[in-house]
């Protein structure tokens, strides 16, 4: 800890780094594989108008909470959690907040990075034409035997580890920001040629209805937890993903103006998602309630009888790969940067150091859909008790004590400097972080526990 440690932690190049990055973490599987159908399965509008109802008083008060304390650190989230603490003459304990960080990052990587492997074997079987023409029993069978063989979902599993490494292993500008300044437009280009090839087609309309047309009768007290869970995975909050890459942020750039962006993002790229995915649905007579196969087993059936199907199928998990490679790095990097500014590190093998440990856990998911499938707790196998622990008690905790720190344990003077915020939209956000947030938090924390029963 040391100059030396200081001089060492990077930045991005310019603001516009920091908000590709960051949106390139939000933007994952959770935006096109889990809202739209989360959403199908909520009743659409209504579901649409919570969740922005979600994001905007709870969500964005944390969002920004945990930029701020990355950029107030300069470090990784452990040693900057420390620092912190010292500087606001409070209990070094709260260096919590980064070891469960970097803790959740690995086990939510372990499991992502099994999914991300499903896009990247659906690319290669549209290549090979696997979908055309194919029938809905067929399509079914294709996603049973990959998830029921180990071989073949370990070997992909593998393929995205190293994908998420070799960036990591890149480093800040070389390999982060890099990667998601050219990721990131591709996969806004390759969204709005879907959707523009799908506004002529016969389920646009009641695409837009279902999405946008509200039907509260849908609507029960499980559907605003549900929303706000949502809310936190969909912006990477509460593992120290945001802290990270918010420790990298120039130090004239304003945190609430970046944060807004990343909302803004993450939420137009959720919708868009849902503007290609559903005319796909209501054009072949599908339902929106379909869980969570919706685009692994409905969509390869329905482009599979489309004119342009071949290509609009290698296209769209093209862009599922490209949304959860960005996301997988950002689960890693906290880990990295923290091996590196602590013990010195080089990137390249903490960056295969945490690729191994991580891709050893992830076996275990993999194999939880085939051998170890007999193997469960609460009825869940070993993919759903990560994705469980992780999404529904570990987040949760994290954005909570992210909020309280912020608003109860720094100084007023020294937050309100970092966030450039006074008077009235300082209070704003102090008050919507000190009680709102924890308050909904723990309404979602009790929800999670609440599915034990
Ligand atoms: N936000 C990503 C998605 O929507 C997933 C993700 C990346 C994430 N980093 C995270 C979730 C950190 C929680 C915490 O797919």
Same mark, same amino acid.
């Given at each position: 800890?040391?100059?030396?440690?200081?001089?060492?932690?990077?930045?991005?190049?310019?603001?516009?780094?920091?908000?590709?990055?960051?949106?390139?973490?939000?933007?994952?599987?959770?935006?096109?594989?889990?809202?739209?159908?989360?959403?199908?399965?909520?009743?659409?509008?209504?579901?649409?108008?919570?969740?922005?109802?979600?994001?905007?008083?709870?969500?964005?008060?944390?969002?920004?909470?945990?930029?701020?304390?990355?950029?107030?650190?300069?470090?990784?989230?452990?040693?900057?959690?420390?620092?912190?603490?010292?500087?606001?003459?409070?209990?070094?304990?709260?260096?919590?907040?980064?070891?469960?960080?970097?803790?959740?990052g690995f086990l939510i990587l372990?499991?992502?990075?099994?999914?991300?492997?499903?896009?990247?074997?659906?690319?290669?079987?549209?290549?090979?034409g696997a979908f055309v023409g194919?029938?809905?029993?067929?399509?079914?069978?294709?996603?049973?035997?990959?998830?029921?063989?180990?071989?073949?979902?370990?070997?992909?599993? %593998?393929?995205?580890?190293?994908?998420?490494?070799?960036?990591?292993?890149?480093?800040?500008?070389?390999?982060?920001?890099? *990667?998601?300044?050219?990721?990131?437009?591709?996969?806004?280009?390759?969204?709005?040629?879907?959707?523009?090839?799908?506004?002529?087609?016969?389920?646009?309309?009641?695409?837009?209805?279902?999405?946008?047309?509200?039907?509260?009768?849908?609507?029960?007290?499980?559907?605003?937890?549900?929303?706000?869970?949502?809310?936190?995975?969909?912006?990477?909050?509460?593992?120290?993903?945001?802290?990270?890459?918010?420790?990298?942020?120039?130090?004239?750039?304003?945190?609430?103006?970046?944060?807004?962006?990343?909302?803004?993002?993450?939420?137009?790229?959720?919708?868009?998602?849902?503007?290609?995915?559903?005319?796909?649905?209501?054009?072949?007579?599908?339902?929106?309630?379909?869980?969570?196969?919706?685009?692994?087993?409905?969509?390869?059936?329905?482009?599979?009888?489309?004119?342009?199907?071949?290509?609009?199928?290698?296209?769209?998990?093209?862009?599922?790969?490209?949304?959860?490679?960005?996301?997988?790095?950002?689960?890693?990097?906290?880990?990295?940067?923290?091996?590196?500014?602590?013990?010195?590190?080089?990137?390249?093998?903490?960056?295969?150091?945490?690729?191994?440990?991580?891709?050893?856990?992830?076996?275990?998911? *993999?194999?939880?859909?085939?051998?170890?499938?007999?193997? %469960?707790?609460?009825?869940?196998?070993?993919?759903?008790?990560?994705?469980f622990l992780t999404a529904n008690?570990?987040?949760?905790?994290?954005?909570?004590?992210?909020?309280?720190? *912020?608003?109860?344990?720094?100084?007023?003077?020294?937050?309100?400097?970092?966030?450039?915020?006074?008077?009235?939209?300082?209070?704003?956000?102090?008050?919507?972080? *000190?009680?709102?947030?924890?308050?909904?938090?723990?309404?979602?924390?009790?929800?999670?526990?609440?599915?034990?029963?």
């Amino acid at each position: 800890m040391s100059a030396q440690h200081l001089e060492s932690h990077p930045q991005w190049s310019t603001r516009l780094a920091f908000i590709l990055a960051s949106a390139g973490s939000a933007v994952g599987l959770g935006n096109i594989w889990k809202f739209p159908y989360i959403m199908g399965d909520n009743g659409g509008g209504a579901f649409v108008l919570i969740y922005l109802g979600c994001l905007l008083i709870v969500a964005t008060p944390i969002l920004i909470s945990e930029v701020m304390l990355g950029r107030r650190s300069r470090s990784n989230p452990i040693s900057g959690m420390a620092k912190l603490s010292r500087e606001a003459g409070v209990s070094p304990a709260w260096q919590l907040i980064g070891w469960m960080g970097v803790l959740t990052g690995f086990l939510i990587l372990s499991y992502y990075s099994v999914v991300m492997g499903w896009a990247l074997a659906y690319i290669e079987k549209a290549a090979d034409g696997a979908f055309v023409g194919a029938d809905a029993d067929t399509v079914e069978g294709i996603f049973t035997s990959l998830v029921s063989n180990p071989g073949t979902l370990l070997f992909w599993h %593998t393929v995205a580890m190293l994908l998420t490494i070799t960036v990591v292993a890149r480093g800040v500008r070389g390999g982060l920001e890099l *990667a998601t300044r050219i990721m990131m437009p591709l996969l806004i280009a390759i969204l709005v040629l879907l959707f523009g090839y799908n506004i002529g087609t016969s389920g646009f309309a009641p695409a837009m209805e279902f999405m946008f047309a509200p039907d509260f009768s849908r609507v029960t007290g499980e559907t605003f937890l549900v929303a706000l869970g949502h809310a936190f995975f969909t912006l990477s909050l509460g593992m120290g993903a945001i802290m990270v890459y918010g420790s990298y942020m120039p130090a004239n750039a304003s945190i609430v103006k970046a944060g807004i962006w990343i909302i803004v993002l993450d939420t137009a790229i959720a919708l868009l998602a849902g503007m290609v995915i559903f005319p796909i649905v209501f054009s072949n007579g599908m339902s929106p309630e379909q869980g969570a196969g919706l685009i692994f087993q409905t969509l390869p059936l329905a482009l599979g009888a489309m004119e342009w199907g071949y290509w609009l199928a290698i296209v769209l998990f093209i862009l599922v790969s490209i949304a959860a490679w960005t996301s997988a790095i950002s689960l890693v990097e906290p880990a990295v940067s923290y091996l590196y500014e602590r013990f010195g590190v080089r990137r390249l093998y903490s960056a295969i150091g945490a690729g191994i440990a991580t891709w050893t856990l992830g076996v275990f998911s *993999a194999l939880s859909f085939n051998l170890i499938d007999d193997v %469960t707790l609460f009825g869940k196998n070993f993919f759903g008790i990560m994705e469980f622990l992780t999404a529904n008690i570990l987040l949760p905790a994290g954005g909570m004590l992210i909020a309280l720190f *912020a608003a109860w344990r720094m100084r007023r003077a020294d937050s309100s400097e970092e966030l450039g915020l006074s008077g009235g939209a300082y209070r704003l956000w102090w008050a919507l972080a *000190a009680v709102v947030a924890p308050a909904g938090v723990a309404l979602v924390f009790l929800n999670g526990l609440g599915l034990f029963g």
